[in-house]
């Protein structure tokens, strides 16, 4: 095992480049510049790529730059969904926070793992990136004269392919992008989480849920709610009855019900009516309960 040496300059970027935009996404007086969303794109399509394939691959004779470039973006697609699919089975869901924080933590972990197996090599074998000396390759091909047509050729259509990658980055950057609108609503149980609903009632008691409704429909909307129990209409405070709820604000409030009639496994349905359609609901949720007789 060699000794202790200082972090390699990739694994070092890549550390700083995942800890830059978690501050920035992170800070809110940050997080609404351009700069976030410019590191947001490396942080989604390379550097969890990168540090995984240094991780498998800490040998200089492993892998050829290109192959790493190439194997760094193609397992950074793989990882972001699959940490995706994974946050979805979780109460935080497929949101920015928990992804970009569980996207960072899995980064680092692989830097630090990666950093270690390099220091089991001997200096020689270590995979680096020699960035002066790449700095110099490239400055040198690009004002220098090419060997052949052929060359001449690949360098422009990769010069061609950096420009418009380039160009495309700048536009999902500069160019806002409107989302479809929607509306989020649902029911939470009594702990305010989306588990440990009550579904078993003796007849006479009460139970608590949370409604929840969040606005993404880009204006203010109006809406109106109705619970209902084996198709009959439950009562609901005001405050439920009648929505009025602004663009991009969430209202969560605590509902009580005492089923007043036994039976198993009937319908409790909460039903999102919006301001242009009274009749048929624009959103649905249910629940089946259980009813028992009082003791």
């Known amino acids: 095992m060699a000794g202790n040496q200082k972090f390699p300059s990739d694994l070092l970027l890549v550390a700083g480049l995942v800890i830059l935009t978690d501050i920035f996404v992170l800070i809110p007086v940050l997080s609404g510049s351009l700069i976030r969303t410019a590191l947001g794109l490396p942080l989604i399509l390379f550097l969890p790529g990168y540090a995984l394939i240094a991780m498998l691959f800490p040998e200089k004779s492993g892998l050829e730059g290109m192959e790493r470039i190439a194997l760094s973006v193609a397992m950074s697609v793989s990882i972001v969904s699959l940490i995706g699919l994974a946050l979805n089975y979780t109460s935080w869901g497929i949101k920015e926070i928990p992804l970009i924080t569980s996207i960072s933590i899995f980064t680092l972990i692989m830097l630090a793992t990666a950093y270690v197996r390099r220091n089991y090599l001997p200096a020689d074998s270590k995979f680096d990136v020699p960035f002066k000396d790449l ?21 422009i259509i990769l010069a061609l392919s950096f420009l418009i990658l380039i160009g495309t980055g700048v536009y999902v950057v500069l160019v806002p992008q409107d989302k479809e609108p929607y509306t989020e609503f649902y029911v939470l149980g009594a702990n305010g989480t989306a588990n440990d609903y009550k579904t078993d009632y003796i007849q006479g008691e009460s139970g608590t849920y949370f409604i929840g409704i969040t606005n993404n429909e880009h204006r203010t909307m109006d809406y109106t709610m109705e619970v209902r129990l084996k198709n009959q209409s439950l009562p609901l405070p005001e405050n439920l009855q009648h929505i009025r709820l602004a663009n991009n604000k969430t209202l969560v409030e605590p509902f009580e019900i005492t089923p007043s009639v036994e039976g198993d496994n009937m319908k409790l349905e909460f039903l999102l009516f919006n301001e242009t359609e009274k009749n048929i609901p624009y959103k649905d949720l249910r629940l089946w309960i259980n009813v028992g007789e009082e003791v």
């Open 135 to 155: 700095a110099i390759t490239l400055l040198s091909g690009i004002i220098g004269k090419p060997e052949s047509k052929t060359e001449k050729n690949l360098r």
